[in-house]
């Protein structure tokens, strides 16, 4: 990979499937064969049915460990530079996402401020008002 360490893994032989190496170990995973690909022996017949012959999955984490998987219906479909890009879009999401949750927790925050300061602008108008109510008795 280019700008620094490997990120990604084309067979590290200790997962059943790539979503769960990915998952495992934070690298994306490459199949450019997936009928020849021992970790995808499980989905092979469902690979042959549909004719899908490469497979990339990519993990990001926004709050919960996920991943994309992206098929091809070509076998070495994705050459390095694909999948840096693929990649890159990956990061682009779990950014939009953490963004949003993000935004969404200020909107709480804010909320849960306001109900406060209102219910304590409140409290201090019952006591003024407690305390003019006593004077005029």
């Not at 994306?28 to 995808?40: E, I, P, W, Y």
């Not at 890009?85 to 935004?103: D, P």
């Amino acid at each position: 990979s280019q700008g620094g360490a490997p990120r990604r893994s084309t067979d590290d032989g200790a997962a059943p499937s790539g979503s769960a190496s990915a998952l495992r170990t934070g690298l994306t995973q490459v199949s450019n064969d997936l009928l020849n690909d021992s970790r995808h022996l499980p989905f092979r017949d469902q690979s042959e049915r549909y004719g899908l012959r490469s497979a990339v999955v990519i993990p990001f984490f926004t709050g919960v460990h996920s991943v994309i998987c992206i098929y091809d219906h070509h076998a070495f479909a994705f050459d390095d530079e694909t999948v840096a890009r693929l990649e890159q879009i990956a990061k682009a999401v779990e950014f939009g996402i953490a963004h949003v949750n993000s935004v969404r927790q200020t909107e709480i925050a804010l909320d849960e401020s306001i109900q406060a300061v209102t219910a304590q602008r409140e409290a201090e108008r019952d006591r003024s008002h407690g305390e003019v109510d006593e004077e005029d008795g």
